[in-house]
Nanobody, 125 residues
Framework: VQLVESGGESVQAGGSLRLSCVAS????????IGWFRQAQGKEREGIAA????????YYADSVQGRFTISQGNAENTVYLQMNSLKPEDTAMYYC????????????????????WGQGTQVTVS
């Protein structure tokens, strides 16, 4: 499975961005796709995830109510709509895919994911 993120850029606080994650390869093996971010000098943080089969979604408290994860019409695409952006949202954003299902808030834990994209930078000033 290969994952490619796009959509990151520099925006002003209060603005919006939509990140995209396109999966290719053995996508039938994917159970969950998650978005993670890592700010400079900080640990990687799981912020949103979606079960590709049932569509269940999970969010970190830090983004709940501001970010929305969704699947595109093409099942191999997942979006992260980010609204009301804050400077503390500045980070490299990665999407990741799991082999098989992940249940509950484990979907926000990076150890459950096998495949990772290269990341897209989001800067909020």
């Amino acid at each position: 499975v290969q994952l490619v993120e796009s959509g990151g850029e520099s925006v002003q606080a209060g603005g919006s961005l939509r990140l995209s994650c396109v999966a290719s390869g053995a996508t039938q093996d994917i159970g969950c796709i998650g978005w993670f971010r890592q700010a400079q000098g900080k640990e990687r943080e799981g912020i949103a995830a979606i079960s590709t089969g049932g569509g269940s979604t999970y969010y970190a408290d830090s983004v709940q109510g501001r970010f929305t994860i969704s699947q595109g019409n093409a099942e191999n695409t997942v979006y992260l709509q980010m609204n009301s952006l804050k400077p503390e949202d500045t980070a490299m954003y990665y999407c990741a895919a799991s082999r098989g299902l992940i249940f509950g808030l484990n979907a926000l834990r990076d150890s459950y994911y096998t495949y990772w994209g290269q990341g897209t930078q989001v800067t909020v000033s």
